[in-house]
C-alpha cells in the first residue's frame, strides 16, 4: 500500500503562486496514475489534474488549465502542483491520490490519498 503525504499549503493573496508536493513511501510511485483533487468547505472535492505514470499524459480541470502544473519525479517519488495566478476560489484542501488502473479523473478511482494540505487565497 502505497503511503501518501502532501506539503507546501499555505497562506497566499490572490495572484501568488504555490507549490505543492505529494511524497510516496510503501511503494514506488513509477507504476501509479496520480491526481491532485481539491475540497473547498461545503463542496464535494474535484479534480484538479492527473498525470500518467511516465508523464505522457496530463488532465487538467477547466479550473486549473493555464495556471496550474502537474509534474512528478519518478526517481524521488514525488508529484507536484504548480500553482500560480491563485484566485479566491481555489482556496480548498488539496488532496494528492494514486491510482494503480488507468489515467481518469474519477476520484472513486483512487485508492491511495495523502492527508490533505489546506490552501487559502486571500483577496
Known amino acids: 500500500q502505497v503511503h501518501l503525504v502532501e506539503s507546501g499549503g499555505g497562506l497566499v493573496q490572490a495572484g501568488g503562486s504555490l507549490r505543492l508536493s505529494c511524497v510516496a513511501s510503501g511503494r514506488t510511485l513509477s507504476s501509479y496514475v496520480m491526481g491532485w483533487f481539491r475540497q473547498a468547505p461545503g463542496k464535494e472535492r474535484e479534480y484538479v489534474a492527473v498525470?500518467?505514470?511516465?508523464?505522457?499524459?496530463?488532465r487538467y480541470a477547466d479550473s486549473a488549465k493555464g495556471r496550474f502544473t502537474i509534474s512528478r519525479d519518478n526517481a524521488k517519488n514525488t508529484v507536484y502542483l504548480q500553482m500560480s495566478s491563485l484566485k479566491p476560489e481555489d482556496t480548498a484542501v488539496y488532496y494528492c491520490?494514486?491510482?494503480?488502473?488507468?489515467?481518469?479523473?474519477?476520484?472513486?478511482?483512487?485508492?491511495?490519498w495523502g492527508q490533505g494540505t489546506q490552501v487559502t487565497v486571500s483577496s
Open positions: 498525470i500518467s505514470w511516465n508523464s505522457g499524459r496530463i
Open positions: 491520490a494514486a491510482n494503480s488502473d488507468t489515467l481518469t479523473t474519477m476520484s472513486s478511482a483512487f485508492t491511495a
